[in-house]
Each structure stands twice: as structure tokens, then as C-alpha cells.
């Protein structure tokens, strides 16, 4: 028999015997459930990325400041002016405005009052600080497709605008190029024609290619009277610092990029902005 004396020693060793036994076949539970996802705060403070906050374009006055003289000239920029189903069976559509969106889009400005400056007027802004009127436009058309001639000039001189066309001279008299018969009746109808390269290379190829791309059509343009002021339009809108330097060594005063923007500054000359134009009224552009 137990001692009564032993009796809550033994009473605690037989609690802690159960319990043991107990612990020992009763299963545990194990979460399978997903992790709860770490609030943004709290993933910052691990380490993930903040993003940057999206520069504000400078405002006319910063522009002039930095880079002024600087005008507000929106340089509208055109490729295909035709119908939409020869776009379409010609897979142009990406490049193509409408002719009836264009003479829509022409009568538009027109009636408010818009009228067209030349790349001249620009280089005498800069150079010599005559005033471009307000509520011009510089209008241009790039690759010199004969759809200019067939299309859009006859509406421009219906309204009484003016453009300038910036041809790749090595297309000129290919199918769905311009001719240079229709260059020089053009010209002699107020068009500015300038260099857009000889076969619309990319000046950021190879120096000694993008020499004979720019020198090339410089040469052709000047031989037909053309281009006087020498203005350029870098193709697919690339520039390059070498580029810059054989337009300088040629005595070019312009350069034009696809960049958007209608603030064009005199430091800026051969980086100038311009508006793309699509299928659609006007006022969706600020006009």
C-alpha cells in the first residue's frame, strides 16, 4: 500500500504520464493554407522598387530659358495622304491619312484662322528674331510618296497652305515614289523639298553609310535646286551625334525628329519636335 505521505507526489507523476502519452498520439495540424501577402508598406521596407514619378514637360518658359529663343510652331507630320481601301489592299494604313480626313482636316484649320509657315521662316526666327505670325503651322510630309502630288497638293493649294516634302532622292521615279518631274512642278507651286537621306537609311548605321546617305541626297537636291536653305528629317526619327556634325560641316540649319512637342528652339535646331497626324479632326490636337 502507498504511504499517504507519497500520495500527491504520486498523483503528479501520473498527471504528467497522461500527458505525455496524449502529446504523443494526438496528430498535429500543419497550415497549408497560402501566406498572406505583406502590405505594399511593408514590402518597400524589404527592399522592393519604388517607382519614379513621371517628369512634367518643361514649360514654354523653361524651354526658352534653357534652350530660346524658342517658338510655339506645331510641325504637323504626314507620310501617305490617300484613300483608306488602297491603304488597306497597299497594307499602309499605319502610315496613311484619309484624303477626305486630310481636306477635312485642312478646311478645319482654314476656318480657324491657321495659316502655313516655311522652314525659312524658322531659320530667320532663330537667326534673326523675325516673328513667326501666331496660329502658324509648318506642315511636312516625309518619304515622297506620289500620293503627295496626286492628293494632297491639289488641297493645299485649295486652302492656301503650303509644305514642305522630305524625300529619300534615291526612291524618286520608283513605282509609288515621286518623280522629279512632279518634284519640280511641285516646287514651282511654293513646295519645299529637303533631304530625308538617299534611301531613307537609318543615320545611326555605319558612319561611312550614313556619310554617303546624307552627302548623296545633299548632292542631288542642290543639282536640282532644291533644298535652299538645307533642312533634313533624321528617317524612323533617330538622330546621332555624327549625323549632327556632317549636317553642320554641310551648312544645314534644321533637323527634324518623329520626338512629339510644337515648342521648337533655336538650341534644339537639329532635335525639332513634331505632331503626328492621324485619321481624326483636328481639335483632338489642341487645334
Known amino acids: 500500500m502507498l504511504d499517504k505521505k507519497n500520495l500527491p507526489i504520486f498523483g503528479l507523476v501520473l498527471i504528467v504520464i497522461v500527458a505525455a502519452a496524449y502529446l504523443k498520439f494526438t496528430p498535429r495540424k500543419t497550415n497549408t493554407s497560402t501566406p498572406t501577402p505583406l502590405p505594399s508598406e511593408a514590402s518597400a521596407k524589404l527592399g522592393s522598387p519604388t517607382p519614379s514619378p513621371?517628369?512634367?514637360?518643361?514649360?514654354?518658359?523653361?524651354?526658352?530659358?534653357?534652350?530660346?529663343?524658342?517658338?510655339?510652331?506645331?510641325?504637323?507630320?504626314?507620310?501617305?495622304?490617300?484613300d483608306a481601301k488602297a491603304a488597306a489592299d497597299k497594307k499602309q494604313t499605319a502610315l496613311t491619312v484619309d484624303t477626305d480626313f486630310?481636306?477635312?482636316?485642312?478646311q478645319y484649320l482654314k476656318d480657324k484662322g491657321y495659316v502655313s509657315a516655311t522652314a525659312n521662316d524658322l531659320i530667320n526666327f532663330f537667326?534673326?528674331?523675325?516673328?513667326?505670325?501666331?496660329?502658324?503651322?509648318?506642315?511636312?510630309?516625309?518619304?515622297?510618296?506620289d500620293d503627295f502630288y496626286l492628293n494632297a497638293l491639289p488641297i493645299l493649294r485649295e486652302m492656301g497652305f503650303t509644305a514642305t516634302v522630305?524625300?529619300?532622292t534615291g526612291l524618286v521615279n520608283n513605282p509609288g515614289y515621286l518623280s522629279w518631274d512632279q518634284i519640280e512642278s511641285a516646287a514651282g507651286q511654293g513646295i519645299f523639298f529637303a533631304n530625308?537621306?538617299?534611301?531613307h537609311k537609318n543615320v545611326q548605321v555605319a558612319q561611312d553609310v550614313m556619310v554617303r546617305e546624307i552627302t548623296?541626297?545633299?548632292?542631288?537636291?542642290?543639282e536640282k535646286g532644291l533644298n535652299n536653305p538645307k533642312v533634313f528629317a533624321y528617317p524612323y526619327g533617330f538622330s546621332s551625334v555624327t549625323a549632327e556634325k556632317l549636317l553642320t560641316q554641310l551648312g544645314y540649319q534644321l533637323a527634324?525628329?518623329?520626338?512629339?512637342?510644337?515648342?521648337?528652339?533655336?538650341?534644339?535646331?537639329?532635335?525639332?519636335?513634331?505632331?503626328?497626324?492621324g485619321n481624326g479632326s483636328m481639335s483632338r490636337y489642341g487645334f
Open 216 to 222: 548623296t541626297a545633299d548632292t542631288q537636291l542642290s
Open 196 to 199: 530625308h537621306t538617299w534611301s
Open 127 to 145: 537667326n534673326n528674331g523675325t516673328k513667326i505670325p501666331a496660329k502658324s503651322i509648318l506642315i511636312t510630309i516625309d518619304d515622297g510618296y
Open 102 to 106: 486630310f481636306r477635312q482636316q485642312m
Open 54 to 82: 513621371t517628369p512634367k514637360p518643361l514649360t514654354f518658359a523653361q524651354m526658352n530659358s534653357l534652350y530660346g529663343p524658342c517658338v510655339f510652331l506645331p510641325t504637323l507630320m504626314y507620310h501617305h495622304i490617300q
Open 166 to 168: 522630305f524625300v529619300p
Open 256 to 277: 527634324f525628329t518623329t520626338n512629339p512637342g510644337s515648342i521648337l528652339c533655336k538650341a534644339k535646331h537639329f532635335d525639332l519636335p513634331r505632331v503626328r497626324i
